[in-house]
């Protein structure tokens, strides 16, 4: 029972559970005002209704889950004073300083447009209400930024000095933080994710109405642009992963040798990337292997003779490091371990490409299929529609990846994660917040899957050609949200 209760785990869980669950809500947010800001922009240049109406559409998706995203995230902010009061108290002078920034620069910054884009139909010119969503778009994605600035300080710490006095960690440099090598990967790399779950949801909204031969216009331009972007974006993402790889192998080499359960450091053909692996129960020694050879080298290194270490050697140097003298309280797990759980670390880094991969192959199938207007059987619309959520997927044990494949540090070569956790609270009062912030976060995402169901069913607005060929009156349509 104790072990049940226990509040390191029980508070690991809690983050796990509340920051995936946010993380639901991001990339389509992200995404999603980007693909908005560009339909709007095409009725503006084109003055074609069908780009008027598909920004209507997909403009209430993305207000509905901007919404809920507000929401979740906010809880976020308390966990960190509730679960994780040591990690706030060492580290908080140079963690928070990107996250007061998302909230008094980019936040403000994107409500502010939102407020404008809602509620300016009717009163702004197309040209500057078309900026407005441009605007928000902006916003998004800097206060995207300052989060992932906030997260590469965990993942890579910089621009700070720890202060023995005041024992903690203190700001030393801005610009190191917000430039830091891991943020600026992880956000080109998050923003392709976002835009690839953002377009599989417009070609799953298309889909569904094709399949029932209703707005054919509209829908199938929904459907190619959809798809396109999901092509581009996929490629984004495999390029700018590629260069988070080669990050990561430089400030995190236990984290890559962790995902391809290298054990012992190899280059060159022997540094090879297992499609499909069998091993051990402790994951020490392989059964069973695909293996593609010199890729693991590749990945890491980018070049086919790059040195890879092994999990072997890094734990020896890491012990060495870390817990060789008697200063050490903060960087020595009590274990002695600094091997993440493997098979998470090897399996999740592989979900995350296959399930990507997935997604952006059925789009180039589905582009292809559609290509010359012809007529499809039921099945093909079915699988556009189940395909929605493989991006988002994929995104989700990519954070998985990264966090699992951290530990045992809160904050990489600084603190460990048993450190950085809050003294004096019980475990069943942990216990207790995850299961209402659970249950709450259930009620939540019902009403957000039913809200946006009910959005995209309904389709686009009516909005019909003037027959004298004149320009729309869009106070007609200014519909409030």
Known sequence: MDEFFDPLSLARWQFGLTTLYHFIFVPLTIGMALLVAILQTAWVRTGKVKYLRLTKLFGKIFLINFAMGVVTGIVQEFQFGMNWSNYSRFNGDIFGAPLAM?????????????GLWIFGWDKLPKKIHAATIWCVWIGTVLSAYFILAANAFMQNPDGFVIN??????????????????????????TIFASLMFAATVIVA???WHLARKQHKEDMTTALRFGAVVNIIAFMGVGLSGHSLGITMTETQPMKMAAAEAMYETASGKDASFSLFSIGTPDGEHEIFSVRIPYLASFLAT??????????????????EKYCGDEDSLLTCPESGSFVPTVWITYWSFRWMIGLGGLS????????????????L????WKVAVWTAPLPLLASLVGWVFTEMGRQPWIVFGVMTTEQGVSPGVPGWAVFTSMIVFTLLYGGLAVVEFWLIRKAAKEGPPQIEEPEDGSEIDVSKHATVY
């Open 102 to 114: 998302e909230g008094l620069i980019a936040f403000f910054f994107e409500a502010t447009f939102i």
């Open 205 to 207: 909204i298309a889909a």
């Open 360 to 375: 952006m192959i059925v789009s180039a199938v589905g582009l292809w299929l559609t290509r010359k207007r012809a007529e």
């Open 164 to 189: 023995e006095e005041r024992g903690r960690a203190e700001l030393e440099s801005i610009s190191a933080v917000l430039l830091n090598p891991v943020a600026v990967n992880q956000f080109v790399h």
């Open 377 to 380: 059987p039921a099945w093909t």
């Open 302 to 319: 980018n070049s086919l003779d790059g040195e890879v270490e092994g999990i072997r050697d890094l734990q020896a140097e890491y012990t």
